[in-house]
């Protein structure tokens, strides 16, 4: 690995020319060595230096500042800090919460202590936020969006007051703060011509690239696993080989959002390129990654999504999350085909490991038995 200017910030180059990038710290005399990621995910030595810094701030803060003393006059910069390390382990995907609480929390809440955050602040944040433009769409941030910044603050309160069994009252719980009203169900599906399409292209675009990597491999993978199982990409990329049982067909599957585990099928027609990929890997090797570290959301987008956009979103607005076709669609598009052949919709509901029918309704308009062999069959007169 190559020093960079930064202390304690390293990198080894990759031979299709990204930069993996690795930080050193030491914490309680102890030596760590973390990867932070690659500069295809947008990661930088500059980032890596801040996370770097983070990393040794907090253990110094846990040591002798004046919060250890007093957590009843706790910041809210030093609850989010203790929150999120508790969130790296327990989590796969949380550089979106730290990166929303630096761009959208920090500079406005970061200083206050717990106790002192009230409604007035809460709804003057929430002003800000409406009226704020986002950089790259050029517009306001989502409904979407602005909820979970106030998901991260109501979490981050929830966490101190268990942990630290204090009592401060939530200033972002349903009660207290109105949620932004959301209609951005997806829509879109693809059907069977679309998903050839997708593979086709996939095929196309990568057979000649990246020759010293396992690119067109990785992403055969991921999509079919997505196709097979319906599940949503951070499950989709922690199924490891042991978890395929060929014999039967089935795939163990963890659901990150709910911490369940439950059983997934494998489709025929992908049996014989997935069972030629495990004779590749060790047991406890990831399946779409090819060995035992977690491919990320920032990578498969970046080999994705300008494919999606090509075949599918030619004119469609980055803001129309109802029509554009994105790597959750491929979720949608598994309960909807199921829908179309037919199959139950408590049977979808189990597939998709939804944990409420309701959750599963919206697909019941896709059936063919959606009630119109009944209104047909009506003995009507004219």
Known sequence: MEKTKHTGVYFRANEDGAKIYYIRYKLKGKQYNEKVGSSKEGITAVYASKLRAKRVSIDRLKEDSPFAMNDKKMSFDDAFNLYYENLKINTKDYTTTLKRYENHIKDYLGHYSLDRIDDNIMENLKKELLNKINPQTKKNYSSATINHIFDIIRA???????????????????????????????????????????????????????????????????????????????????????????????????????????????????????????????????????????????????????????????????????????????????????????????????????????????????????????????????
């Not at 030629?276 to 999504?305: F, W």
């Open 156 to 382: 981050t309160y929830n966490y101190i007051n268990k942990t630290k069994k204090m009592n401060f009252k939530n200033p972002a719980t349903g009660t207290q703060i109105k949620r932004q009203k959301l209609d951005n169900k997806r829509e879109r599906f693809l059907d069977i011509d679309d998903i050839k399409k997708l593979f086709d292209e996939v095929e196309r675009v990568y057979s000649g690239k990246f020759k010293h990597s396992d690119s067109l491999d990785m992403l055969k993978t991921f999509l079919m696993l997505s196709f097979t199982t319906g599940v949503r990409l951070s499950s989709v990329t922690t199924i490891r080989k042991q978890d395929i049982n060929l014999a039967t067909k089935t795939i163990l599957i963890k659901n990150h959002k709910t911490q369940r585990t439950y059983t997934g099928y494998l489709h025929q027609n992908y049996e014989d390129f997935i069972r030629d990929r495990m004779l590749k890997l060790e047991s406890a090797d990831y399946l779409v990654s090819g060995n035992k570290e977690i491919m990320t959301q920032p990578t498969l987008n970046y080999h994705l999504k300008p494919i999606l956009d090509n075949l599918f979103n030619d004119g469609i607005g980055q803001d129309d999350r109802k029509s554009r076709v994105v790597v959750h669609t491929f979720r949608h598009t598994f309960a909807s085909l199921l829908a179309i052949g037919g199959t139950p919709i408590y049977t979808i509901m189990k597939l998709l490991d939804h944990a409420d029918i309701n959750q599963t309704l919206r697909y019941a308009k896709l059936s063919p038995d959606n009630g119109s062999l009944n209104v047909f069959g009506l003995d009507l007169k004219s």
